[in-house]
């Protein structure tokens, strides 16, 4: 069965700073790989996924990120950290069978 | 495009009675839907996958004679909580797959608050 872990529960940036959000997956089959994101009392947006094209993916509000099979992991980036990314993220990773599975989520708080 | 809704937005229930919760494809047919469950600051929890005209199938550990659900169109599919009591209070979102889909992408509705009194 497939699973991902999302390092760190909480993470706090300086508004301008890098945001960083850790996902590592498992997965014995070549899995497609999402990222969301989720504002209180809402349900989820994709950021961006990986289907097995390009390794460095592009999403949407300025985030993006890599696909590394050696490491098993797709951590999120986004180079300058905005108020309105404060926000919870979720990693999700899913096979063939279009389940997803989520990892625990990332809250992010952006201080001015 | 591909807008997921679902209704009622939040809800406020007795403990006993039954609530239903809907989840429709805007634009878009889905013959395969999902419904998640979130408790506060936790992650998505999948509880069962719902496709036109069958059978739901279940998650391990999620009762089938209490959550039913129903995906009786390829633009809707209802989940009903039976007998509701205060631990089924939660987040119940659901999401859907394109009939046409090809990228492993689901569509996330905004999310059903239920709470249980």
């Known amino acids: 069965a497939q699973s991902v872990t999302q390092l760190g529960s909480h993470v706090s940036v300086s508004e301008g700073a890098l945001v960083l959000l850790r996902c590592n997956y498992s997965?014995?089959?070549?899995?497609?790989l999402f990222w969301y994101v989720q504002y209180p009392n809402q349900g989820l947006q994709l950021l961006l996924k990986?289907?097995?094209?390009?390794?460095l993916v592009k999403g949407i509000n300025g985030f993006e990120a890599e696909f590394k099979k050696s490491e098993t992991s797709f951590h999120l980036t986004k180079p300058s950290a905005h108020m309105s990314d404060a926000a919870e993220y979720f990693c999700?990773?899913?096979?063939?069978?279009?389940?997803?599975?989520f990892g625990a989520g990332t809250t992010v708080t952006v201080r001015a | 495009g591909a807008v997921v809704s679902q209704h009622p937005s939040w809800v406020i229930c007795k403990s006993g009675t039954s609530v239903k919760i809907e989840c429709r494809s805007l634009?878009?047919?889905?013959?395969?839907m999902f419904w998640y469950r979130q408790f506060p600051k936790q992650s998505l929890m999948l509880m069962a996958t719902?496709?036109?005209?069958?059978?739901?199938?279940?998650e391990q550990g999620v009762e089938k004679d209490k959550f039913l659900i129903n995906h009786a169109s390829l633009t809707l599919s209802t989940l009903t909580v039976t007998s509701a009591h205060p631990e089924d209070s939660s987040f119940y979102i659901c999401?859907?797959?394109?009939?046409?889909?090809?990228?492993?992408?689901?569509?996330f509705g905004p999310g059903t608050r239920l709470t249980v009194t």
């Open positions: 997965s014995s089959v070549p899995p497609y």
């Open positions: 719902s496709n036109e005209g069958s059978k739901a199938t279940y």
């Open positions: 990986y289907t097995s094209a390009a390794t």
């Open positions: 634009d878009f047919q889905a013959t395969t």
């Open positions: 999700a990773v899913s096979v063939h069978d279009y389940k997803l599975s």
């Open positions: 999401s859907a797959i394109p009939q046409a889909g090809t990228t492993y992408e689901q569509y």
